[in-house]
């Protein structure tokens, strides 16, 4: 089972940085895919970011050029570095894990909250 733990979500002004973390329990390249996703009042969950263990990372058209997904592996943490934050950017983020062991399990942390002010 792996546990994700989230931190680094707070208040900010637009046009201003947070970096976001995510602890996982076990190596990262143990896990086929680890993933941002963020939530809204009212909207659904949405993908944001996510990088595999191969290295290979993807990004929601929205937030490229702004977001960047990082990790170290020494940490068994995955990083988001949101830069010039909007209001629309408010929402939970999660961090969710993904592995392939002859079926597909996703975990998921408890959420972290990012508040863009204007």
């Known amino acids: 089972q792996v546990q994700l733990v989230e931190s680094g979500g707070g208040l900010v002004q637009a046009g201003g940085s947070l970096r976001l973390s995510c602890a996982a329990s076990?190596?990262?390249?143990?896990?086929?895919?680890m993933g941002w996703y963020r939530q809204a009042p009212g909207k659904q969950r949405e993908w944001v970011a996510s990088?595999?263990?191969?290295?290979?990372?993807s990004y929601e058209d929205s937030v490229k050029g702004q977001f960047t997904i990082s990790r170290d592996a020494a940490k068994n943490t995955v990083y988001l570095q949101m830069n010039n934050l909007k209001p629309e950017d408010t929402a939970v983020y999660y961090c969710?894990?993904?592995?392939?062991?002859?079926?597909?399990?996703?975990?998921w942390g408890q959420g972290t909250q990012v508040t863009v002010s204007s």
């Open positions: 969710q894990a993904r592995k392939t062991r002859s079926f597909i399990i996703t975990y």
């Open positions: 076990e190596s990262i390249f143990s896990i086929n895919r």
């Open positions: 990088i595999t263990s191969d290295g290979t990372i």
